[in-house]
């Protein structure tokens, strides 16, 4: 801590289970996508102004995700029973994460937060016989996150002043 100023790194990991979906190149298609891991080393740089700190965040992203185009029969609704056919994808992506948050130490060693992080990862593209029989498929990805958490400080009483 410099005076008001508070500096510092921050990982963290997550098993996901984010699910999306947007409209196939091909309407015989159901593009969904599947994030099942999320993880993000970044610095944060925030102002104590008492108990509360005000902070922004950023640095590397990573994801794993799996992409599908699944087929369906004529006529037939997007259920699992009506499935004929699926392409499949999977791709770990690297990107970047930026962020602010909230922070304040309600008590000696405790503090509670709220944050809203953005995860950037661009656009990728699946290989020919993937997810499109004939043409590559450029697949966009980006996350936006709001966490509110507790934290416990072990050592000492570092919370008196934020």
Not at 70 to 95: C, M, Q
Not at 110 to 121: I, P, Q, T
């Amino acid at each position: 801590m410099n005076g008001n100023w508070v500096l510092g790194l921050e990982a963290d990991g997550d098993w996901a289970n984010i699910n999306g979906a947007a409209p196939c190149p091909n309407p015989a298609f159901n593009c969904t996508s599947n994030v099942r891991d999320l993880a993000s080393f970044r610095g944060r740089v925030g102002y104590a102004a008492g108990p509360v700190l005000f902070y922004g965040t950023g640095g590397a992203a990573y994801a794993n995700v799996s992409y599908s185009a699944l087929t369906f029969g004529a006529g037939a609704p997007p259920t699992a029973g009506a499935v004929t056919g699926t392409g499949l994808f999977s791709d770990d992506r690297w990107g970047y994460a930026a962020g602010a948050g909230i922070e304040w130490g309600f008590a000696p060693n405790w503090s509670a937060k709220v944050e809203y992080m953005h995860y950037g990862f661009g656009t990728d593209t699946a290989a020919a016989g993937t997810l499109a029989v004939v043409t590559p498929t450029a697949l966009r990805l980006n996350i936006d996150t709001v966490k509110v958490g507790v934290n416990y400080r072990f050592g000492g009483p570092v919370v008196a002043r934020y």
